[in-house]
Nanobody, 119 residues
Framework: QVQLVESGGGLVQPGGSLRLSCAFS????????MGWSRQAPGKERELVAT???????NYDDSVKGRFTISRDNAKSMVYLQMNSLKPEDTAAYYC?????????????WGQGTQVTVSS
């Protein structure tokens, strides 16, 4: 059974920092690409950051220079370090794992953790 569990969300003031963690288990391995998406109320889910099986990272322009994604395969963890947080970063953050096998794509999602940036 595949499972992803996020933690680390909460309330933080503008300019503050949070580190989100995602514990994965089951058939998810180091061959999976991992990432974080977020969804604010009334908005579509958007991709925030990704990290490939080879540790190549990509970021949405809105978070470049402020967020850092990393993974520790030995611990089955993915992290999102968020610095210089802004009110517009307020959203539910979701961890996901994805793998392409032939022509098929397999994507698994966590249940999310809420991040609120407010004074």
């Amino acid at each position: 059974q595949v499972q992803l569990v996020e933690s680390g969300g909460g309330l933080v003031q503008p300019g503050g920092s949070l580190r989100l963690s995602c514990a994965f288990s089951g058939s998810i391995s180091s061959t999976y690409a991992m990432g974080w998406s977020r969804q604010a109320p009334g908005k579509e889910r958007e991709l925030v950051a990704t990290i490939s099986s080879g540790d190549r990272t990509n970021y949405d322009d809105s978070v470049k220079g402020r967020f850092t994604i990393s993974r520790d395969n030995a611990k089955s963890m993915v992290y999102l370090q968020m610095n210089s947080l802004k009110p517009e970063d307020t959203a539910a953050y979701y961890c996901y794992a994805e793998r392409k096998v032939g022509g098929a794509r397999y994507t698994y999602w966590g249940q999310g953790t809420q991040v609120t940036v407010s004074s």
